[in-house]
């Protein structure tokens, strides 16, 4: 059976990325911080769909939980999804400098660290593929949440374009996933109010989750799900930026 490697695998995007490669009969390594919450998954898991489920409990804001899933991962994966993540709240100069450096860590530092671990072992093999959850906050001014998963998405594009020559690269992808808002925990979680936003904003977690295998498959290198972001995204390209950072700012209510 091939094997996924999923970061921040127990909620969110990251457990509907679990459910539904278990369900394809992939066997999983879960990886998240809370080693009760990711047994109770990899429990849950095995029980419904009959694969293995490995846990792997590392903190990804430290150097050693970033080594441990790079040891992982050098032992061979199909799949990685790099999708721990986090959002503060406020903007830059109201967040401590120290919180936003931890989100450096794990959006940015852990992904290419992650990244450089599996490629090789997927570039042997000839098959392999790597999603890199950032956002469409990559596409808009949004602070250092914003920064980090535009480089992201530059760094996913970059990935991939040096790949592309490299014997056994036919069958192995790298993609950048940019959800907007999705129904998961993750506002909760970050003490945001999410009230004003209207309902068609909201997307479904297994829907993004089809959309972003669909398009891995097909070796899209940015994968924007919803009619909605795909407008949004296309309308930020074409405006000046100083308006789209207006736009940006206007929008921190719902933050």
């Not at 278990?22 to 047994?39: H, I, K, S, T, Y």
Request: net charge neutral; glycine share 10%.
């Amino acid at each position: 059976m091939p094997t996924a490697l999923i970061t921040g695998a127990t909620t969110g995007l990251g457990a509907a990325f679990a459910h539904r490669l278990a369900a394809d009969g992939f066997d999983l390594v879960l990886l998240a911080r809370n080693a009760e919450r990711l047994d109770a998954s990899a429990r849950d898991l095995r029980d419904r769909y009959g694969v293995r489920a490995e846990v792997l409990a590392a903190d990804l804001s430290t150097d050693e939980g970033i080594g441990r899933a790079e040891d992982r991962l050098r032992e061979g994966v199909d799949l990685l999804v790099n999708n721990a993540g986090f959002g503060n709240r406020g903007a830059f100069l109201d967040v401590p400098v120290a919180d936003e450096l931890v989100m450096l860590k794990v959006h940015c530092e852990a992904v290419l660290r992650l990244t450089n671990a599996a490629l090789p072992g997927m570039l042997e093999r000839g098959r392999g593929g790597v999603v890199n959850v950032a956002s469409v906050a990559a596409f808009a001014t949004r602070g250092t949440y914003g920064a980090s998963k535009a480089w992201v998405v530059s760094f996913s594009q970059a990935a991939a374009a040096e790949i592309a020559g490299r014997p056994g690269a036919e069958r192995v992808r790298v993609m950048a996933l940019c959800p907007g808002f999705v129904h998961t925990e993750f506002h909760e979680r970050a003490g945001m109010d999410m009230a004003g936003v209207p309902d068609f904003m909201w997307l479904d977690k297994d829907e993004v989750v089809d959309v972003a295998l669909r398009d891995l498959r097909r070796g899209i290198e940015v994968c924007i799900p919803g009619a909605q972001y795909k407008a949004i995204v296309g309308f930020s390209r074409l405006v000046p930026s100083s308006l789209v950072g207006r736009l940006s700012r206007a929008g921190r209510k719902w933050d």
